[in-house]
């Protein structure tokens, strides 16, 4: 069984960086996608990057391209998105989730979720 457990979220500054992380484990394969998610009050939740396991191929949605980078330490099954210049519409839970290798970064295709972590961007 699949578990994952996101840590790292908090209260930042516009401008401010944090980093998250995802501690996976249980997983029977080693070829998986793997990504962020996000979930703000009264809007659906969304893609906010992905990567694959199989060769690191990665995605980004347009609001966050430049700004966030997710990465991977095989060692540790840990997932991380570094978030930089962040701004107050990055506010949301942000959710770890696993889905297949050929799962796109959208919601409904990822199987596993944790548990979430809150990000709030404020001044």
């Known amino acids: 069984q699949v578990q994952l457990v996101e840590s790292g979220g908090g209260l930042v500054q516009p401008g401010g960086s944090l980093r998250l992380s995802c501690a996976a484990s249980?997983?029977?394969?080693?070829?998986?996608?793997i990504g962020w998610f996000r979930q703000a009050p009264g809007k659906e939740r969304e893609g906010v990057s992905c990567i694959k396991t199989h060769d690191g191929s990665t995605y980004y949605s347009e609001s966050v391209k430049g700004r966030f980078t997710i990465s991977r330490d095989n060692a540790k099954n840990t997932v991380y998105l570094q978030m930089n210049s962040l701004k107050p519409e990055d506010t949301a839970v942000y959710y770890c989730?696993?889905?297949?290798?050929?799962?796109?970064?959208?919601?409904?295709?990822?199987?596993?979720w944790g548990q979430g972590t809150q990000v709030t961007v404020s001044s």
């Open positions: 249980g997983f029977t394969s080693d070829y998986y996608g």
């Open positions: 989730a696993t889905g297949s290798l050929y799962s796109d970064c959208i919601p409904w295709e990822y199987v596993d």
